[in-house]
């Protein structure tokens, strides 16, 4: 993915950049195993088929603007199949190596795809670079620019604009590279989910600053052969291979105590179901959650608690790293041109945790902890070829994507390594420290190797695949209320209590921890199953 040739040469062009190196993963890809269409290159959106280009020719660089920004390279897609046309470019930063695609369209019904009637210029630098918008034919759609290195105008061949019932609304994702005039944003649909159409190309938009209705000018694709996603989703087979190449190896700190766990062996340790009004008779869960209440809301009527036995409570509460199991959820996303596989984890007990003031560390009492605790990492996958295009890693309320190219990968393998907090089980791509503030105080999220890991693809289960019957849900996947009892206090006085028991130096930069204490460290509130989250049908935060 992301190769490229230069279409010109500078006297200017003297320093390298690491985009100047196409990224390759470290182990070369299997042959997946034979399904309806999943990796075969080509996807039919509705008449319209796209494949997705990985190779490039560069354009123009703003290194050679003289910015002092972080500087980004555009290319054009090069070469384009046999009856295949560019719909769009491709704009990356050069801090990585070059690892992108964009999607070129071939019309196999008629009428999807027109040539543009002219090009409006959208930006232009130093009489070396020029941005151009199609300008669409009526009833048809801008996708993406075209660029060139001279001021006259692109043929109209260059490029094609789509048949607007097979495009949707878009939305600006993170920005790239900014100038004094302008900002070059990646583009995605604006509507993202598990059924969700809006297909996004891998293109960038630009926009003038103090000018929006500049990012109203680009459309993404839509899928409108979405009831037909089993002809270009992996199967459970190619699932199976798709976690054994590229699924992730935790690594817990050397302080971890509370592991991860089955959930066979959590219901078997004596965790117990609770129901308002009848707390002093507590039920006994069965191994595969069969007794537990299917359906319904998070209503408060019902949740799970750890064995009343102080010490059978701290027992379970550890977990057990020798029998957990990870649990995937296998679903469509950007209309369904990816696949998204959500690695969920669960911890019987999330601990404390710990500020830090200056060199001084604080352990904060009861804050943090709560009984039960999910996590998980999403990998997404081309559809077109089953390549990892990048990678979540869910920290607390929020997480971060990244790039296949900044991912530690292990032993020469294409599986990388993911590393859980001290306590708190955030997961980051490096180890280390994240301070959850400034520089003067904030919360400690500690990570490190240490010699207990765990191998995903040892260990996993597909919990659900909504568009494969086969896969069958076991009933606590739909069990709607919390995995642990809620226990509230004021982390205002918890705060309080800790300031009276340091020097008076340390007090008042405690007292700034009450604004950066997330939301869900205000009580011990056990969480929600992973079906009950926002993320499972909906795009990662």
């Keep these: 993915m992301g190769n490229f040739v230069s279409c010109f040469t500078s006297s200017q062009e003297t320093q390298t950049y690491p985009i100047d190196t196409s990224f390759k993963l470290p182990s070369p890809l299997p042959s997946w195993p034979p399904g309806d269409g999943f990796a075969s290159g080509i996807i039919d959106l509705g008449g319209l088929e796209v494949c997705q280009i990985t190779s490039f020719t560069k354009i123009w660089s ?86 060139t290195t001279l001021p006259s105008k692109p043929s109209l061949d260059q490029i094609r604009c789509v048949r607007a019932d097979l495009t949707d609304e878009t939305e600006v994702d993170a920005l790239l590279w900014s100038s004094s ?147 995937l959820h296998v679903k469509p996303m950007l209309g369904a041109t990816f696949t998204d596989l959500a690695i969920w ?65 292990l032993d020469g393998s294409n599986n990388f390594a993911a590393y859980p907090s001290l306590n708190g089980h955030a997961t980051y791509p490096v180890p280390g420290l994240v301070l959850q503030g400034n520089d003067v105080v904030g919360l400690r999220n500690d990570t490190a190797k240490s010699d207990n890991f765990f191998n995903v693809k040892e260990r996993y289960s597909v919990m659900a695949a909504e568009y494969i019957n086969d896969v069958i849900e076991l009933p606590w996947v739909n069990f709607a209320r919390k995995w642990g009892p809620k226990i509230t206090y004021e982390v205002g006085i918890e705060i309080e209590q800790i300031q009276n028991s340091v020097a008076g130096t340390l007090a008042s930069p405690i007292g700034s921890l009450l604004g950066l204490i997330p939301r869900e460290f205000s009580s011990e509130d056990g969480p929600i199953g992973p079906k009950m989250k926002v993320d499972w049908d909906g795009d990662e935060r």
């Excluded at 703003?62 to 290319?75: E, M």
């Excluded at 002219?118 to 034919?137: A, G």
């Excluded at 089993?230 to 199967?235: C, G, L, V, W």
């Excluded at 309320?397 to 900044?406: A, I, P, Y």
């Design 62 to 147: 703003t290194s050679q603007d003289g910015s002092d920004a972080t500087d980004v390279t555009f290319f054009e897609p090069s070469p384009i199949p046999d009856g295949f046309s560019m719909l769009c470019c491709y704009c990356q930063s050069n801090d990585t190596p070059l690892f992108g695609s964009v999607l070129a369209g071939k019309d196999v019904s008629g009428g999807t795809l027109a040539a543009p009637v002219d090009y409006t210029l959208v930006w232009s630098s130093n009489d070396s670079c020029y941005v151009w918008l199609p300008t669409p034919p009526e009833g048809y759609k801008s996708v993406g620019y075209t660029i």
């Design 181 to 327: 005039d302008v900002n070059v944003y990646g583009l995605r649909p604006k509507v993202r989910g598990r059924q969700a159409q809006g297909v996004s190309l891998g293109t960038f938009i630009i926009s003038k600053n103090g000018d929006d209705t500049s990012l109203l000018s680009l459309s993404c694709l839509r899928n409108n052969n979405f009831e037909n996603i089993t002809s270009f989703m992996p199967n459970l087979d190619q699932i199976d291979a798709l976690i054994k190449e590229y699924s992730p190896r935790f690594y817990f700190h050397p302080k971890e105590t509370y592991f991860f766990a089955s959930t066979t062996w959590y219901f078997t340790n004596g965790v117990q179901l609770y129901h308002t009004g009848e707390e002093s008779n507590p039920i006994p869960v069965d191994p595969t959650g069969s007794n537990l209440p299917q359906g319904g809301s998070n209503d408060g009527t019902y949740w799970l608690d750890l064995p009343v036995d102080e010490a059978e409570r701290e027992r379970v509460k550890r977990g057990d790293l020798q029998s957990c199991e990870a649990y």
């Design 345 to 409: 984890v669960f911890y019987p007990f999330n601990g404390p945790s710990t500020a830090k003031l200056g060199l001084v560390d604080i352990p904060l009492g009861r804050i943090g902890e709560h009984i039960g605790d999910w996590e998980h990492v999403t990998l997404r996958v081309s559809n077109f070829n089953g390549l990892l295009y990048r990678v979540y890693f869910a920290q607390h309320s929020g997480g971060m994507w990244v790039d296949t190219t900044s991912l530690e990968f």
